[in-house]
Every structure is written in C-alpha cells, then in structure tokens.
C-alpha cells in the first residue's frame, strides 16, 4: 500500500482501494486550501477507525486549523498566526469511517518560549514569572491542536511552589485560631508540601464565553490538577482520601466535627461566582474550598434533629470554605423538594435549598437554610390561589430557628384574608420557633398593602395550629384615615375572624372625631427610621418565642388633637366590650378653658369605652381667663369636659370654689357649680356659667352694706374688662326698695340707675351710687321726690340707720336750704314712717332758721315759733309752745298750707284762731 500522497483525495482514493472504509463525513470534513500550497501528506500508521497522518514539510498553523475545521477562532482570526509556520505536523484522526470526526494536529519540539508568549498573549494574562521561566526552559515542548482547544504538552515533569502562586496570608489576629496555621496544615495532608510536581503537563488556551482560558494541567500523586490563570489564579485538585478536619481545624467549631467524602480542592486568590457540576452555581472564595460530601449526623448542634427528621437529610453535597481574612463557611446543596411546615390545608414547601454555616472572627457559628419556599393553601377566603413562591432563608440560631422568604417578580396578592379593595405586594413570609417540635410556633406574612392611594406595611400571624386563624399588624409612614381604614377593609377581616360586633369600635371612633382629627399614622418612637405597629388585630390568643400575646385590637399612632400633635393609644379585648387607652396632647383647647401637663410638658388621658360611657380622664393644669391651676381632674365626654374640685379668683372680684364645671364641646361655654365668693358673700351650692368673656351667676343674692340686700337674675363678671354687672330688686330696711344696677370692679362698687321708693314717703332717682363696704355707706347725687315735688342734684346716702339727704327742698310757699333730709329705721328694723328735714325755712317771704319738719307721704309739718319781720309773731296756742305749719298737696297738684298757733302783733295777741288760709289773706298766690 502507498505511504505518501500528494493529496488528501489521492489519499482517499487509495485508501478506498485498499478496502478501508472511508466515510462521505471525513471526505467532506476536509477543507483543502484555494491554491494547493501544502506540503505531501504521509501515512504513519492506520487501524480500523484511526490513523496518524503527517505533512512532510512547513505548514501554516492558521491553515491547519481551518483544514480541519477545528473551530479555533482564536488561530483564524488573529493575525499572529497567518505567518506562524510548524515543521511536519502530525495529525491524529478518530471515527473516520463514522459520521462524527475527530481531528488532532500534533507537533513535536517546537520553540517553546515563542509559542508561550504566544499562548499568554491570547489568553490575555500575563503567566506568573515562576511558571514562564519554568516552561521557558523546558527542552521537549509539544504542540497540540483539537477542536476549540490549543495546548501545550511536556515530556518533563514540572515542579512548582504553591507560594509562587498564592499570597493567602492573613493579618487578622484571631484570638483562638490561627488561619495560616491551619492553610499549612491542609497543604501538608494534601500535598505533603508547598511544591508540587506535575506529571503529564499541559499549558491549555480555550475559548470560554466572554474570553479565553489559560490553564495548566497535569497530575499530582495520579489526581488531576489545573491551574486557571486569569484576573485570577486558580487550583482545581481531584482529592484521593477524605478529609477528616478534626486533626486540621481542632480549634473551629461545627467544622471539626465533619469528614469530607469525594473531595475536591480549590485555591483561589480571588473570589468568583462559578457552576459546579455538582452543586450548581456556588460562590467560591479567597482562599482553600473543599468540596464533597458530609454526614450531617455529625454535627454537634441543636439544629440536628430539625434537619433530620424535619428536613430529613443525612448525606449532604458541600463547599466548605476559608478565606484568609478569618471567614470560614459551609454551603451544602439539598436537591429534593422538603417540606417546611404543613399544618391543615396550609403546606410550606422547600426547592433549591442550600445548608450554610458562617463561622466569623469570634468563633461564634450561625447556620441557614437557603432557598425557594412554595407555599399553597394560605388563604381561606379564597378558592384555588395560586402557589406562592418566594426566596430565603431560615436561620438556625442556637436555640430558636428564624424564617424569611420574600417575593421574587412583581405578582401581588389581591384581598389577601377577606380585606376588601386591598392589594398585597412584596410579599414576605416569616417565622420562628424552637427546635422541639413542631418546631414553628409563630409564622405568617408580611409585605405593602395597597388600599386606596394608600401604601401600608402589613404582617399577618397565623395560628400554629390552625393557619386560616390570623392576627393582623398595620404600620405606616404616611397619615391614613383611621375612620375609613376600620370602616373599609379591617371591619371585614374581624368579622370573619371573631363573631363579636365591632359596634364598640365604632362608637369609640365616632367618640374621638369629635375633638381628633383621626388621620393617623405609625410613630418612629426611637427616632431610627423604624415605625411602631400602628394597628394590631389578635382575635386569637398566641405564643411566639414563648411569649405570650393576648387576643384584642390595639392602635397605636399619632393624630391631630386640638390643633396638637397627640400620641393615641387604644386597646381592646377580644369581644371588643370594652376599650381603654390613652392620649398624650401638649394641650387641651376647649375655647374657655385650656388644659396642659403638670409633670411634663404633655397631658396623659386615659380613654374608656363601653357600651355605657365614654370618655377621656386625667388631670392637668388648667387655664381660665389667663388664671393657671394646677393639677385639676376632668373628664371627656362626648358632649362635655368635666372637671373637678378646684378653686377660681378673679381680679378680687370674685372667687368660686369649684365642685365641677362642664364645658361643652361644640360652643366651648359651660356651666358649673359651687360655693361663691363674692363682695364679702359666700353663695353655697350656687350655679354659674361661663362664656367666651367671663362669667355669669344666676338667681342670686347678695348682702352689701351691712343693710342692702340685692337679688340679681344675672350677674355677669366680664373678665375681658374685669368688670361685673347685674340689675338687681334691692331691698333695705325690711321693705323693697326698687331696682338697680350693681357694677364693680377691683377699685369701685356702684348700683347704678336706682330708682328706689322709701315707705312711699321718699322716692329716689340716682344715676350712680357708690357703696363703701369698710363703712358700709351707699351715696351718690341725684333726685329726691317729697310730696311729689322732685329735688334734683342733691347728695344723697344710706346707711343701716337710714337714709339721709342734703340740699335745698323748695316747695313754693316754703322753701328749705341747706337742709338735711333724713328717714331713720325704727327699733324693730323698719324704716320710720316719717321723715324729718332740718334746715333754713322760707316762709310767706320770710326767713327762719334752723327750722325742724317732718314729713309723711301726705304731708309736710313745721314745729316752731315764727317771727316775722319782729313785727307778727306766730306761736303755738294752749298747751303747744310752737306753732304749727302743715303743707299738703291736693288732688290737683296744687300745695296748701295749714298754719295753727297764735299771732301776736307787737307782741300783743290778736286772737286764738286757726288760720286755714293765711295765703288769702297775705294775697299771697298758690303755687
């Protein structure tokens, strides 16, 4: 048979006459050049299915590749090889009388520095400088080109130091391990030492997704190794005994513990994310990684007996990990699906799930459960919701076991639990427990409810023993109405979950609108960003953590009150029969009043409501009319606010000691009773009212003077101007005088517009008395009527004697001046019957002085002795020293006089006669 061919067709067709088998696939697998430039090709030796081909000459490297169809983008498209010639390149051919070819193109002794320098610069890294001068002086280099690969392959063994390679020391200073220590220990068990020799090298250049790879290849103690060398560098170590880490890492918790079945080792100085045949995609860190199987019946942690009867898991595929900087962790990948938590028609299923184990610089393990959670059968107030799925982890502390899971994607869940025109996005689930089982003693969902326009946190807890009972938790961070809120949506959700009326929840609501603004919203209290539950509904009472949570509704927020921010408080139990809480307002405007704190600067209210009362109490400082008091109890209804026992003083006007006054909540007026004090008179039990100006007494009686007595409808204390006022029915002296005005202030007492009457014998017209208490005197000017003749501007003023006037009463036919007009009381406390005036008289022209009358409501009578002109005397008659002078008034309004006594004229009598008219015969005129 011919050896050496010109062409592959010649090759062909002699092959094929020699009876081999040449299938259409390899004659069509072969590309021959445009113009026929290479050399002849040799038959070295031919089997069955393979044969090795030689060219006998030079041949373009980039021209074998595309010959063969080698798909080496990295040879046909770089321009270092067009040019890049090998001498007598062998060619190791498999499958040819199959479909499915094989091409190797081998070539022997080449420069072994070109080609590296080569190789390094395609792969874009530059080869640590051990490892270049190593191969650079290697004599036996053989090049190697297969489909997507080109390699590197040496006759010679190479030995290399791993710290050549990997700077993983480490400046932490832990205080009960030391990681070099222990990096050491693991190259001393592995590889007996720092250098290693490499059998069967092989420097391999091949295409990987977004750039090539650089890596050599070989076997240390009959294991594959390869060293990667990219951004970083990295060594892939088939491990031919299990690694048992008590004798290796003595000092690291949990991880002493385990044994590492078909394992694997990887060094790296930089971490990356990477696909593991076995356990999918891992982080790989900085530093050793091992990976292999574990028994998790070896771990000495509470957690143990969760997973294997929980989870039921023994055999686990890890990564263990240690990094440099004192990190080290176990990651284990669990493939089948594992059930969480089932309980009813409620299941919690594990997918994907990874085992992981942080152990930090201070030595203190924490442990998880990562993965997907499917969760079916969580909503009784639906039928067939879809699966939930959703991302996490469960938390295997050392005595408890946390879980969280959130959504993944944009799904949301609409009128989660019956909460009507809601909608639940980024969804979480969360729950805790122990590890006695059934381990979960509290779970439930979180995420942001939509209502309205209106974003809220919600969390919903359900019952271990039977999910379809929940416990409902709102927080949010912007101002929702509390009145639409529970009206809308939360109503509903209680309703099916407790069959108790919620009427009470309602009227408490109804209650506190009338003085809040009950746009609420969630309190940051600690002022860290994190916001206090603002709802919490329990209708079922709980555990979590063994803790326990009674049943009941409570809020928690903060709102308007009285123009203030307040912090509201209500709390309910389960039957919703009675709800208490508290109000925290700076302070209380009810228009009139004004309450604020007494130990701080906020009022504390507590809140009752039962089907029978409602209302807030406390006690503050309380404001009235600019008049502080301190420390006084009240109460909130919903039409009044009480208070209590408490004393009142207003500009020396008057004083109340107060048993209650009600305000009303609307007008912001009220009444109120207690003992008065007021002008020296103390009124037990009296009723009085306060406006917007001041107060008002009704119906009361006042003792002024030591002898007036004054009952006032309405006395009305004007606190704006600090001035009282009051018409009055005034009586003195055991009769009613008349009316008046009483007006007084911190300086002066008046009773204004009298116009009193005096045993009908005097009648009194005064524009303004004033009344001195110290000496118990009423006076003031105005007009004094007497037998009907008014006497105007005259000074006037009482007494408990009586009363007493001064001034000029002219009559016509007599006329007094500068007389005093007095109307005394009589022993038994009444005001005398007559009056008396004492004074200068004028009579029929005349003049007489220090002339004494008296005066009834008829009549006017002078007793005296009459001289007039020295030339007719007038004198009494008989047994009467004096003469008599009687001045009446007629029905006509006319006065007349009467005169009894006797005449003498030039002191000889003239008669003893009653002169009914001595007017007649003076020819004096009437008046």
Same mark, same amino acid.
């Given at each position: 048979?011919?050896?050496?061919?010109?062409?592959?067709?010649?090759?062909?067709?002699?092959?094929?006459?020699?009876?081999?088998?040449?299938?259409?696939?390899?004659?069509?697998?072969?590309?021959?050049?445009?113009?026929?430039?290479?050399?002849?090709?040799?038959?070295?030796?031919?089997?069955?299915?393979?044969?090795?081909?030689?060219?006998?000459?030079?041949?373009?490297?980039?021209?074998?590749?595309?010959?063969?169809?080698?798909?080496?983008?990295?040879?046909?498209?770089?321009?270092?090889?067009?040019?890049?010639?090998?001498?007598?390149?062998?060619?190791?051919?498999?499958?040819?009388?199959?479909?499915?070819?094989?091409?190797?193109?081998?070539?022997?002794?080449?420069?072994?520095?070109?080609?590296?320098?080569?190789?390094?610069?395609?792969?874009?890294?530059?080869?640590?400088?051990?490892?270049?001068?190593?191969?650079?002086?290697?004599?036996?280099?053989?090049?190697?080109?297969?489909?997507?690969?080109?390699?590197?392959?040496?006759?010679?063994?190479?030995?290399?130091?791993?710290?050549?390679?990997?700077?993983?020391?480490?400046?932490?200073?832990?205080?009960?391990?030391?990681?070099?220590?222990?990096?050491?220990?693991?190259?001393?068990?592995?590889?007996?030492?720092?250098?290693?020799?490499?059998?069967?090298?092989?420097?391999?250049?091949?295409?990987?997704?977004?750039?090539?790879?650089?890596?050599?290849?070989?076997?240390?103690?009959?294991?594959?190794?390869?060293?990667?060398?990219?951004?970083?560098?990295?060594?892939?170590?088939?491990?031919?005994?299990?690694?048992?880490?008590?004798?290796?890492?003595?000092?690291?918790?949990?991880?002493?513990?385990?044994?590492?079945?078909?394992?694997?080792?990887?060094?790296?100085?930089?971490?990356?994310?990477?696909?593991?045949?076995?356990?999918?995609?891992?982080?790989?860190?900085? +530093?050793?990684?091992?990976?292999?199987?574990?028994?998790?019946?070896?771990?000495?942690?509470?957690?143990?007996?969760?997973?294997?009867?929980?989870?039921?898991?023994?055999?686990?595929?890890?990564?263990?990990?240690?990094?440099?900087?004192?990190?080290?962790?176990?990651?284990?990948?669990?493939?089948?699906?594992?059930?969480?938590?089932?309980?009813?028609?409620?299941?919690?299923?594990?997918?994907?799930?990874?085992?992981?184990?942080?152990?930090?610089?201070?030595?203190?393990?924490?442990?998880?459960?990562?993965?997907?959670?499917?969760?079916?059968?969580?909503?009784?107030?639906?039928?067939?919701?879809?699966?939930?799925?959703?991302?996490?982890?469960?938390?295997?502390?050392?005595?408890?076991?946390?879980?969280?899971?959130?959504?993944?994607?944009?799904?949301?869940?609409?009128?989660?639990?019956?909460?009507?025109?809601?909608?639940?996005?980024?969804?979480?689930?969360?729950?805790?427990?122990?590890?006695?089982?059934?381990?979960?003693?509290?779970? +439930?969902?979180?995420?942001?409810?939509?209502?309205?326009?209106?974003?809220?946190?919600?969390?919903?807890?359900?019952?271990?023993?039977?999910?379809?009972?929940?416990?409902?938790?709102?927080?949010?961070?912007?101002?929702?109405?509390?009145?639409?809120?529970?009206?809308?949506?939360?109503? +509903?959700?209680?309703?099916?979950?407790?069959?108790?009326?919620?009427?009470?929840?309602?009227?408490?609501?109804?209650?506190?609108?009338?003085?809040?603004?009950?746009?609420?919203?969630?309190?940051?209290?600690?002022?860290?960003?994190?916001?206090?539950?603002?709802?919490?509904?329990?209708?079922?009472?709980?555990?979590?953590?063994?803790?326990?949570?009674?049943?009941?509704?409570?809020?928690?927020?903060?709102?308007?009150?009285?123009?203030?921010?307040?912090?509201?408080?209500?709390?309910?139990?389960?039957?919703?029969?009675?709800?208490?809480?508290?109000?925290?307002?700076?302070?209380?405007?009810?228009?009139?009043?004004?309450?604020?704190?007494?130990?701080?600067?906020?009022?504390?209210?507590?809140?009752?409501?039962?089907?029978?009362?409602?209302?807030?109490?406390?006690?503050?400082?309380?404001?009235?009319?600019?008049?502080?008091?301190?420390?006084?109890?009240?109460?909130?209804?919903?039409?009044?606010?009480?208070?209590?026992?408490?004393?009142?003083?207003?500009?020396?006007?008057?004083?109340?000691?107060?048993?209650?006054?009600?305000?009303?909540?609307?007008?912001?007026?009220?009444?109120?009773?207690?003992?008065?004090?007021?002008?020296?008179?103390?009124?037990?039990?009296?009723?009085?009212?306060?406006?917007?100006?001041?107060?008002?007494?009704?119906?009361?009686?006042?003792?002024?003077?030591?002898?007036?007595?004054?009952?006032?409808?309405?006395?009305?204390?004007?606190?704006?101007?600090?001035?009282?006022?009051?018409?009055?029915?005034?009586?003195?002296?055991?009769?009613?005088?008349?009316?008046?005005?009483?007006?007084?202030?911190?300086?002066?007492?008046?009773?204004?517009?009298?116009?009193?009457?005096?045993?009908?014998?005097?009648?009194?017209?005064?524009?303004?008395?004033?009344?001195?208490?110290?000496?118990?005197?009423?006076?003031?000017?105005?007009?004094?009527?007497?037998?009907?003749?008014?006497?105007?501007?005259?000074?006037?003023?009482?007494?408990?004697?009586?009363?007493?006037?001064?001034?000029?009463?002219?009559?016509?036919?007599?006329?007094?001046?500068?007389?005093?007009?007095?109307?005394?009381?009589?022993?038994?406390?009444?005001?005398?019957?007559?009056?008396?005036?004492?004074?200068?008289?004028?009579?029929?022209?005349?003049?007489?002085?220090?002339?004494?009358?008296?005066?009834?409501?008829?009549?006017?009578?002078?007793?005296?002795?009459?001289?007039?002109?020295?030339?007719?005397?007038?004198?009494?008659?008989?047994?009467?020293?004096?003469?008599?002078?009687?001045?009446?008034?007629?029905?006509?309004?006319?006065?007349?006089?009467?005169?009894?006594?006797?005449?003498?004229?030039?002191?000889?009598?003239?008669?003893?006669?009653?002169?009914?008219?001595?007017?007649?015969?003076?020819?004096?005129?009437?008046?």
């Amino acid at each position: 048979m011919q050896k050496t061919f010109k062409s592959w067709h010649d090759l062909f067709l002699n092959l094929k006459a020699n009876e081999y088998q040449v299938s259409a696939a390899w004659e069509n697998s072969i590309i021959d050049p445009e113009n026929d430039t290479l050399p002849p090709i040799k038959i070295i030796n031919i089997a069955e299915n393979n044969a090795f081909i030689s060219y006998l000459g030079e041949v373009e490297l980039q021209a074998l590749s595309k010959q063969f169809n080698l798909d080496l983008d990295i040879i046909q498209n770089n321009p270092e090889f067009a040019s890049y010639q090998v001498s007598n390149p062998h060619i190791h051919i498999q499958g040819f009388t199959t479909s499915s070819i094989d091409y190797q193109v081998i070539v022997n002794n080449i420069n072994s520095e070109d080609i590296i320098n080569l190789l390094s610069q395609l792969g874009g890294v530059n080869l640590p400088e051990p490892l270049q001068l190593k191969l650079n002086s290697l004599d036996q280099v053989n090049l190697g080109l297969a489909t997507s690969e080109i390699y590197l392959y040496f006759n010679d063994d190479i030995q290399l130091n791993l710290n050549d390679f990997f700077n993983l020391s480490s400046n932490l200073q832990l205080p009960s391990i030391n990681i070099e220590e222990i990096f050491n220990s693991f190259i001393t068990k592995i590889f007996g030492t720092s250098k290693l020799i490499i059998s069967e090298a092989k420097l391999r250049l091949s295409p990987e997704d977004i750039s090539n790879k650089l890596s050599l290849t070989g076997l240390i103690n009959d294991q594959e190794v390869e060293l990667t060398f990219s951004d970083r560098i990295t060594l892939q170590y088939q491990l031919s005994d299990d690694i048992d880490f008590s004798s290796l890492t003595s000092d690291l918790p949990v991880i002493k513990d385990l044994k590492l079945r078909n394992g694997e080792l990887i060094i790296t100085d930089n971490t990356y994310l990477c696909n593991h045949t076995k356990l999918g995609r891992i982080n790989i860190n900085k +530093g050793f990684n091992f990976i292999g199987d574990i028994n998790l019946t070896s771990l000495n942690t509470d957690f143990s007996g969760f997973i294997n009867s929980q989870l039921a898991i023994d055999d686990l595929g890890v990564l263990i990990s240690f990094d440099p900087g004192g990190l080290v962790s176990l990651t284990g990948d669990i493939k089948q699906n594992t059930p969480l938590i089932s309980v009813q028609d409620f299941h919690a299923n594990f997918t994907n799930l990874l085992f992981s184990i942080d152990i930090g610089a201070n030595l203190e393990p924490s442990f998880e459960l990562i993965g997907n959670l499917a969760i079916q059968g969580y909503d009784l107030t639906q039928d067939d919701e879809p699966t939930l799925f959703l991302t996490g982890a469960v938390a295997l502390e050392p005595k408890s076991l946390t879980a969280f899971f959130s959504q993944q994607g944009e799904n949301s869940w609409c009128n989660p639990y019956g909460l009507v025109g809601t909608e639940l996005r980024n969804i979480c689930f969360q729950g805790g427990g122990t590890y006695l089982p059934p381990y979960f003693d509290n779970f +439930g969902f979180i995420g942001d409810l939509k209502w309205d326009s209106i974003d809220i946190e919600i969390a919903f807890l359900m019952d271990t023993n039977d999910p379809h009972k929940l416990a409902l938790i709102l927080t949010t961070n912007q101002a929702v109405s509390l009145v639409k809120l529970w009206q809308g949506p939360l109503a +509903g959700f209680v309703c099916k979950q407790v069959n108790f009326s919620t009427d009470l929840v309602d009227q408490t609501l109804e209650f506190l609108n009338t003085f809040l603004d009950l746009s609420i919203e969630s309190i940051d209290r600690e002022g860290d960003g994190k916001y206090e539950p603002l709802i919490k509904i329990v209708p079922f009472a709980t555990e979590i953590a063994g803790q326990p949570i009674s049943a009941g509704l409570e809020i928690n927020g903060k709102v308007t009150a009285w123009n203030h921010e307040a912090t509201l408080i209500l709390q309910s139990d389960q039957a919703f029969q009675k709800i208490e809480g508290s109000l925290n307002v700076p302070e209380i405007d009810l228009g009139v009043v004004k309450v604020g704190g007494t130990d701080d600067d906020c009022l504390d209210l507590a809140l009752k409501v039962t089907p029978t009362e409602q209302y807030l109490s406390g006690d503050g400082q309380v404001e009235i009319f600019d008049q502080e008091i301190a420390k006084v109890e009240f109460q909130i209804t919903p039409t009044n606010a009480i208070f209590k026992d408490f004393d009142l003083s207003f500009a020396n006007l008057i004083s109340i000691d107060v048993d209650n006054l009600s305000i009303d909540i609307k007008s912001g007026i009220g009444n109120g009773s207690g003992k008065i004090l007021v002008l020296g008179n103390t009124i037990a039990g009296s009723t009085f009212y306060l406006t917007k100006n001041g107060i008002t007494i009704h119906n009361t009686t006042l003792n002024l003077a030591g002898f007036l007595t004054l009952d006032i409808e309405s006395l009305t204390i004007n606190l704006a101007n600090n001035q009282a006022t009051g018409t009055a029915d005034i009586t003195a002296f055991e009769q009613s005088l008349g009316t008046g005005t009483l007006s007084f202030n911190h300086q002066a007492i008046t009773i204004n517009n009298a116009s009193w009457n005096l045993a009908n014998i005097l009648k009194i017209d005064v524009p303004s008395f004033s009344l001195d208490l110290t000496n118990k005197t009423v006076f003031g000017l105005g007009d004094v009527s007497i037998l009907g003749r008014k006497f105007s501007a005259v000074d006037i003023s009482l007494t408990e004697s009586g009363f007493q006037s001064s001034g000029d009463f002219n009559f016509g036919i007599l006329a007094f001046h500068s007389a005093t007009l007095i109307l005394g009381k009589g022993k038994n406390g009444n005001i005398n019957n007559s009056a008396s005036i004492a004074g200068h008289v004028k009579f029929l022209g005349y003049d007489f002085f220090n002339v004494k009358a008296s005066a009834d409501s008829s009549k006017l009578i002078l007793s005296s002795s009459f001289n007039f002109g020295g030339i007719i005397l007038l004198k009494g008659s008989k047994k009467r020293k004096n003469a008599i002078i009687t001045l009446k008034k007629d029905k006509n309004g006319r006065y007349h006089t009467v005169i009894s006594g006797r005449f003498y004229l030039f002191n000889q009598e003239l008669t003893a006669i009653n002169i009914k008219d001595l007017q007649k015969q003076k020819k004096v005129k009437t008046t």
